[in-house]
Structures are given as C-alpha cells and as structure tokens.
C-alpha cells in the first residue's frame, strides 16, 4: 500500500480539502497554488533544519543522485551531487561488482599529515561546489565506479510529480494550513503540525522490525560472517 500523501500534487489537494473545504484543488501556475507550494517548501526547509535531527530519509547513495561525479577518470578531484551537505561513509570504493577498492576518508583536518603517503584515502572538502579528493600522490584508474553515501538537502517541490521525503508529508500540509489560516486566529493545524513532527522524530530514533542487533561481524575480507 502506498502512502496516502506521496507527491506535490497530492499535498496540494489536502491542503485544499483542509482549508477551502471543496474538491476543486488549483492548477499548476494559478496564485493559490504557487503560494501553496511556497509553503509547502518552507514547511520542507524547517523539517530539514529541525535543531538536533540527522533525518533517515535524507542519507542517500550518490549512485541514486542525479548529479556528481559517479566514475573516476585521469584526475583526483571529484565533484559531489549538488544537494550534497556531507559524507556518510567512513570509506568511499572505486571499482565494480566484487572487484572494488576501499579508500579511507580522512578528515581533512589532518590531510597535511599524509603529505608524503602513498596509501588509498580521500577526504570531502566543502564550499559552494563540494569536491571529493583522492590521495594526490596516487595514480586514478580511469573508468571506475565511485561508491559512497552522504547527507543531503531536501529536494525543492516545483512540479506536482515532486515527492516529499519526509515520513509523514501531512506535516508540511498541516504546516501550510496552520499559516493560511494564522490570520483567522485558528492555530489548530499547527498544535497538529507541531505533533507530527515529534512523531517524527520518535520514528526517526526507533529500529526497524527485527534490526535492533543488526551489524555483522567484521572479517579480514569485509563485513561477514
């Protein structure tokens, strides 16, 4: 079964059921719906912000972006996705199938130390254009997949296909009901939003079914048994 609310389109029909109270939801490029799906991006942004919270959701793989670089060529520098905030693998693999090679991430802090290293690590450096940086004093093999996880932004609602990443996009509906309707002096829909959102975040902390002792034993060759 899918979620009940999945897609900008879906939110922008229960914000309409919730504040106009009819059926007619308005159509892309009229008024009610640009100044809804601001609303509905604002509620994105402060869930994405929320002080304290790393969101499931938003650790992603970059073989899943729609941006960076994903195979090596002749160089060591590597753009990352444009939604990238910062890595989330200790390690980043080059290689294919079985066949892949481990470079250790290292915090760039202590990249003057392995001036003179020859060994396999890389690390993220940050700014307006993120990069991903192997050991300088290596030889890339061209061709080879780049694997690795990081954090990343919420994605901007801009067309009704869009999804909400959040686990209960109501949320943001309730978000753009609740400041509609501030002006009416019903602050209802945001007693809701406010809610929500510590469901959320309980969600967000709990292990899945069956996963509270989940991690494998390490061997020589990897993680196994």
Known sequence: ??????????????????????????????EDYIVWTALLNIAKNLWESE????????????????????????????????????????????????VKTAYQVIDIKNIQLYENNGENWCYFIGGASPTLEFNPNLTMTTGETISY????HATKLTTGTDKLEMSDPMAAVFYAVGELKKEEGDSSALQVLTQKIEAMK????????????????????????
Do not use: H
């Open 202 to 225: 309980t969600k967000n902390v709990m292990p899945t079914w069956l996963q509270e002792d989940s991690l494998l034993s390490k061997t020589e060759s990897g993680w196994g048994v």
């Open 1 to 30: 079964m899918s979620k009940i609310i999945d897609t900008l389109a879906d939110a922008i029909g229960y914000v309409n059921s919730l504040y106009e109270v009819d059926s007619s939801a308005p159509s892309a490029g009229e």
């Open 149 to 152: 996880n990081y954090y990343k």
């Open 51 to 98: 002080e304290g919270v790393l969101w499931n959701e938003l650790f992603v793989k970059l073989e899943d972006a729609a941006t960076g670089d994903k195979t090596t060529d002749s160089t060591n520098s590597y753009t990352c996705p444009t939604d990238f905030i910062f890595p989330a693998s200790a390690y980043v693999w080059l290689g294919s199938g079985n």
